[in-house]
Each structure stands twice: as structure tokens, then as C-alpha cells.
């Protein structure tokens, strides 16, 4: 299937609206400057494309986190990951570890504290690894793809 361009009519008609899927602004006609609209749109680009089973900030709170749907394999069992959110406050200036592991044939988000343990003995999936400091989450390391890459 090819992508067709929109039409100059499409183009006015599109101005002032939010794409449903992507949640990308088109901006109103007129709106100077473009920069901040730019690096929105870029910022939701590139969350939309990191897929399923990505960790990310839960809007809802400064210390939880959300796990988007997807689809995994461990150990030959295919799980299917719902989306959930994981509230971290109690683990406040440490870094907490999130994987997936099959709770006989469901999936289930394991966490734990880096300072206080490590990723499990068990086969399992890493998702992430989530920096809190001062109330609040600071980073979050994305760590799917070194176990999808293991051997």
C-alpha cells in the first residue's frame, strides 16, 4: 500500500487537530514558532516507535512507572504482557530493576531493588531499569534488547 499525500484542503483541514493514534498536534495555521511543536512531535515519534513491553514514566504519578502490551517468549511459552503501571515510591533513591518472568503461562512484572537484590535466578525478560532520587523517577534505562540479544 502506498502513502498518499493530503491535498492542500486536507492540509487547512488537518490544522488545530490531534492525530488519534500517535497523539502528534497538528499545529494551528499561523503558530510561530514552530520549535516547541518540533520537538513534541519528534518526542512522540520516537516513544511510538520504541514498541511493545516498554517501560515509561506513568502520567499519573512522578514515581510509577507504565509497561505498554506486548508479546514475549520465555523459555518456548508465548505470553501475552497486558499494560500496567508499577508504583516505585517505596524504592526513592535507588534504582529499581522491572523483568517479566512465566508465572505458568502468564506473564508477571517481577521488580526488585538494585541495592537490596539483582535480576532473578529464574528465566526471565529484562524491561528496564528505573533511577528514582528525591521523589521522583530521573531515568529509566531500557534493557529489553540485552536479552534479546543474549546467546
Not at 514552530?34 to 519528534?42: A, E, G, P, R, S
Not at 511493545?52 to 520465555?74: E, F, M
Not at 521488580?111 to 531499569?129: C, F, Q, R, V, Y
Request: one cysteine or more; charged letters at 20%; aromatic letters at 4%.
Amino acid at each position: 500500500m502506498s502513502i498518499r499525500l493530503a491535498d492542500s484542503t486536507e492540509v487547512r483541514d488537518l490544522a488545530g487537530q490531534r492525530h488519534a493514534s500517535t497523539g502528534i498536534a497538528f499545529p494551528p495555521q499561523g503558530l510561530q514558532p514552530y520549535y516547541d511543536w518540533l520537538l513534541q512531535t519528534l518526542s512522540l515519534l520516537a516513544d511510538a516507535s520504541c514498541g511493545p513491553l516498554r517501560v515509561s514514566r506513568d502520567d499519573g504519578s512522578s514515581t510509577a512507572v507504565h509497561l505498554s502490551p506486548g508479546r514475549c517468549s520465555i523459555n518456548g511459552v508465548v505470553l501475552d504482557v497486558p499494560a500496567q503501571s508499577l508504583e516505585l515510591a517505596a524504592m526513592n533513591n535507588d534504582t529499581a530493576l522491572l523483568w517479566i518472568t512465566d508465572d505458568e503461562g502468564d506473564a508477571t512484572l517481577g521488580h526488585a531493588s538494585a541495592n537490596s537484590g539483582d535480576w532473578p535466578a529464574t528465566m526471565h525478560i529484562k524491561l528496564a531499569e528505573v533511577t528514582l532520587a528525591a521523589g521522583r523517577i530521573t531515568a529509566i534505562l531500557d534493557r529489553r534488547f540485552e536479552t534479546i540479544l543474549a546467546v
